[in-house]
């Protein structure tokens, strides 16, 4: 692996898109690729290689090198992102005009608290997370995002797409089965809001 590295992968790693050990895997996989290529390219014993069985090297290289960069995304996708209300606009507003988001207004709560509203919600939305990939969660204290706003409205959901609020869904109530919080519900209702 080569010791320094580039400016644009210091900046990746800076701002946390690619991990170190993703980066090094990446690189240790593109020297092994780059040596046997060259061993294929220089090398009288691999002169009979036909170009197709060259391409389906290359072409396996490429699909683990795709599947190793979106396993490593959606693992970084998958978290629930806290926002500041000063993000709120760019990384809710306006990024919902790509992609979903899901906007979870909470109320602190201590990490021994078990049963509180916001942390139950917030339990059940970071399994929706890693279900829905293709869909962006975010958290941000209620009366942060929204001055004054009351502590018995959170967790407040709100559903964002094409830059705009589609849904706003107040307290645990509307998401429960049979009193109990129900995740396989609160999955089909998302995904019948963002049908609309």
């Not at 050990?21 to 020297?31: F, N, P, Q, R, Y």
Request: net charge negative; with cysteine.
């Amino acid at each position: 692996m080569p010791e320094e590295t580039t400016e644009w992968q210091d900046v990746l790693r800076a701002h946390g898109i690619i991990p170190d050990t993703l980066i090094e895997k990446l690189e240790d996989s593109l020297a092994l690729h780059s040596t046997t290529h060259t061993l294929h390219n220089t090398s009288d014993t691999d002169s009979h290689l036909s170009s197709s069985e060259e391409e389906m090297s290359e072409t396996e290289w490429e699909i683990a090198y795709k599947e190793a960069r979106k396993a490593e995304l959606y693992k970084n996708a998958t978290k629930i992102e806290e926002i500041t209300a000063a993000e709120f606009v760019q990384k809710v507003t306006e990024d919902s005009r790509r992609i979903p988001v899901i906007v979870i207004l909470y109320h602190p709560y201590n990490k021994n608290e078990q049963e509180t509203p916001s942390r139950q919600m917030i339990d059940v939305c970071n399994k929706l997370a890693a279900q829905l990939q293709d869909i962006r969660f975010v958290k941000i204290i209620g009366h942060e995002c929204i001055p004054n706003y009351p502590e018995r409205h959170c967790p407040t959901i709100l559903v964002y797409k094409g830059g705009e609020m589609k849904a706003q869904v107040i307290g645990l109530e509307k998401w429960k089965v049979q009193k109990q919080l129900d995740e396989n519900h609160m999955l089909e209702s998302i995904q019948r809001i963002l049908k609309q």
